[in-house]
């Protein structure tokens, strides 16, 4: 009996640590070179809400092979970044979405994504 929780104990040690291998932390995220804006703009208008800036990691994880984010964490920053930019169509939904450069207030300095 013990070696069967014995072994059901490693098998399930070992199956945690296979989904956390498939998990990553981008410490200090780029895009184009150039740290990554917490904020989006959607529709054409400035959004620093949490929305937003999930919208934003998740492309940023995307882009780097990822299927989601599963959290982040900004600070205060100032210069230039990339900024999530992206357009609703009330019949295509999330159409466009792209990187563009603009000053910035604050700038992600970790993003959590899972495969």
Request: glycine letters at 6%; a negative charge.
């Amino acid at each position: 009996m013990r070696l069967v929780l014995a072994l059901t104990a490693c098998m399930a040690m070992a199956a945690a640590h296979a989904a956390r291998a498939e998990d990553a932390r981008l410490e200090e995220p780029k895009v184009q070179g150039q740290p990554v804006d917490h904020c989006a703009d959607v529709n054409a208008e400035n959004d620093c809400s949490d929305a937003a800036a999930a919208r934003a990691a998740a492309k940023v994880c995307a882009e780097n092979g990822y299927a989601e984010q599963t959290g982040s964490h900004w600070r205060p920053a100032s210069g230039t970044a990339m900024h999530y930019v992206v357009e609703y169509d009330m019949h295509a939904g999330e159409v466009g979405g792209r990187w563009m450069a603009k000053p910035t207030t604050g700038t992600f300095d970790w993003i959590a994504c899972k495969k």
